[in-house]
């Protein structure tokens, strides 16, 4: 080439590159162009108009979302690097051309109904832009911008697939939280009559949950109103629902369902217009369980107030915690002003520094009772018996003491007396049981002296005087014989205690065999036949023991029937005493006469019949009861008769 070709070559470029700044100026005069994008091989710069704009246009071009501007046409005036990283295109080529070739054709007719409204007015909406293959869903944000008396608009891109992939994963979360959640969940929509007052429900949407809780299946109540679902349900329930739809305002209550017969807790919004949706709990069990403790409570109040006692509960900190009606009656306060309040405050400063350290020590977990004249502030003085016993929590610690405080002034009142009784008995009987003694000891020598007299005098005038004299004597020499026999029988009778022995170990067995030994020749006189079992050790005074033995053999023979009389004498072991028995075949005792047959001087024969003073069995009931034992019978006439007595094992 030529170098005139040359020149006028690069006179030809030179002209083209003024002719494109005179371009560029034109546009800039005229507002259509605020920043100049220059390009080269390793660089992109971008170069605002304004040096005021240089904060602005640095945030803008940091952002995420798509920024550009637009001519009132849909060109691109204006665009940072986000829109170009969405479209995959080179800022250079996007700078100039129409926004609308970048726009899936099916949402090209929305964008150009967007971009003349948005002229005037903010507009909003998504579209998809268009990348090779692929389509890009966004949200475009445009609002009109007026420079220099032109308008242009400014638009925001902003990427949506990030959202509806947080979206889908939300929505995922959520129902699977829907689907496996504890608690009951239902969607409603509200129905209105025609004045817009709410007369029933739709069921719209529940969980797995509501099944299990309601026993309702999803497919039986979908789309169907409360009335068919639930027809004996309350229908105050409609018009408290009616209310969180319309007001939007939610509410929190206990609901009982009369139809399905179950308590719910349930907490009800508003997430729509004319729908509310419930969150609830079955809490049936809870509910019966409130309800068996109040009857409990009740129960226990009932109980508290019919003990005839002062009954309270002591809080680790010594208030009154509970108290029942005792305490309402004995300090003439009502529970009310005594519950809360210390135990010095009701009982006064005197009677708690009495008690006081009684209450530490069940509060440390002791059990304490004790008897004590309380001093009260307000109140007489009265003889009380407090029980203290510790309440423990679950950990094992004293959480409290129950206290129980009965009013004891009438028996110790009846305890002094009965220990006044006691002494004048014990008197009573000490001066008896003297004069016993004494009588009969001192009544024995004139009766020698009349019972031998008269023996003489029978003897030695009887046939010499007559028949009546004779009759007369023999009236004499016999009571003076039985009178000497009951007067020595006395005297055996209260030696029973004043003539005592130390109480020593017995063999029972050597016992038996004395009694037999003295009773022989009464033995082989009548024909008995006497048997005995082995026979235990035992403590007791041997004379006296002896003495039981011998008189309840001598019965056994004495009141013998028409055959020989047959004894038996056993023993055997309950429990904590030996049980001693003596058996006959003899004419037996009428049931009516068991008790009164121990008593001093009660025969049930005359004594020309049998032999005897009526004292022997007394003497035996005051030996056994001295010894800490007991004696009955077991008979009846005609069959014999079997005499029990018990001597405590020692």
Known sequence: MTSEKRLRQEIEELREQVRELTETLDAIRSGEVDAIVVTTDDTRRIYTLEGTDQPYRALVENIGEGALTLSSDGVI????????????????????????????????????????????????????????HLAVPVLLSMNPLVTDGSTKISVVIADRRQDEQALRESEAKYRNLFETMTEGFALHEIVLDATGKPVDYRFLDI???FKRLTGLDRAEIIGRLMTEVLPGNDPVWIERYGKV????????????????????????????ERQFAVMFTDVSEKKEAEEALRDRERTLRLV?????????????????LRVNKGYEDWFRRPAGEIEGRHISEILGDKA??????????????????????????????????????????????????????MDIGDFKRAEENLKNYAHDLKRSNEDLERFAYVASHDLREPLRMVTSFSQLLERNYKGRLDADADEFIAYIVDGGKRMESLVSDLLDYSRVVSQTRPMASIDTDASVKTAIGNLSSFIA?????????????????LIQITMVFQNLLSNAIKFHGKEPPVVHLGSAKEEDSWVFSVRDNGVGIDPEYHEKIFEL?????????????????????????????RIWVESELGTGSTFYFTIPIR
Not at 249 to 256: E, L
Request: with cysteine; glycine share 8%.
């Open 77 to 132: 005036l204006y665009s940072n690097d986000a829109l170009s990283g969405m479209l995959q295109v080179p800022l250079d080529k996007l700078l100039g051309t129409s926004l609308i070739d970048h726009i899936a054709p099916d949402d090209r007719s929305s964008f150009l109904e967007m971009l003349k409204e948005a002229t005037a007015s903010t507009q909003k909406g998504q579209v998809y832009l268009c990348r090779e």
């Open 207 to 209: 969980n797995p949950a």
């Open 245 to 272: 739809a319309l007001t939007g305002k939610p509410d929190h209550f206990d609901s009982f369902s009369q139809p399905l017969n179950r308590h719910y807790d349930v907490f009800a919004f508003s997430p729509a």
């Open 304 to 320: 508290m107030n019919t003990i005839p006692a002062l009954v309270a509960y002591i809080g680790p900190d010594f208030r009154y």
């Open 352 to 405: 708690w520094e009495l008690v006081k350290p009684y209450m530490e020590a069940a509060m440390a977990g002791n059990v304490i009772r004790f008897e004590r004249l309380m001093h009260y502030t307000d109140i007489e003085p009265r003889w009380v018996q407090t029980t203290c016993v510790p309440d423990y929590d679950e950990e094992g610690n004293v959480s409290g003491i129950v206290a129980h405080v």
């Open 525 to 541: 006189d009548s024909g008995a036949s006497v048997t005995v079992d082995p026979l235990p050790v035992i403590r007791g005074d």
């Open 601 to 629: 001087f009660q025969r049930l024969h005359a004594s020309r019949e049998y032999e005897g003073t009526g004292i022997g069995l007394a003497i035996c009931k005051r030996v056994i009861e001295r010894h800490g034992g």
